[in-house]
């Protein structure tokens, strides 16, 4: 059963390009495309991701408050993509509950392996809360 991917960037050519890598593999379904954070929300409830690759710096999700974020994100496992690689991304991704954080640059060697790492360590419990976020780090909090 390939792995359900919801993927939320507002940048359309980034999001072209990670739709041909996840296409790509086929341990991996993509299930939806959002450009904001409220229609990522909204994918959530109705495609039923496993796994959300978030822009962690989508522009209107700065508005929520991060406690917020993380409550409507608790069903899946976010992986988040960010060009920062500096403390405030790291701080950001964390309070929305990233348990990892790589570079946007190094998206695409890392973004299989961490969408597998997620099903590995997590099994896709619907009641758990977890989140891995793409960006530079790695195992932010758990592993």
């Given at each position: ?58 522009p ?12 409507q ?71």
């Amino acid at each position: 059963m390939p792995i359900k991917v919801l993927l939320a960037d507002d940048t359309d050519v980034l999001r072209s390009a990670i739709r041909k890598t996840l296409e790509e593999e086929p341990r991996i379904q993509l299930v939806g495309e959002a450009a904001s954070f409220a229609k990522a929300v909204q994918l959530i409830a109705d495609c039923k991701p496993d796994v959300l690759l978030l822009d962690l710096n989508l522009p209107e999700k700065r508005s929520f408050k991060p406690e917020l974020v993380k409550a409507q994100l608790r069903c899946v496992c976010t992986l988040a993509v960010s060009l920062s690689n500096d403390a405030e991304a790291k701080e950001l991704a964390e309070s929305y509950g990233a348990v990892s954080l790589l570079d946007e640059m190094s998206l695409y060697s890392e973004m299989i392996p961490a969408i597998m790492r997620c099903s590995d360590n997590q099994h896709f419990s619907a009641s758990a809360s977890r989140a891995v976020a793409v960006g530079n780090y790695s195992e932010i909090s758990r592993s």
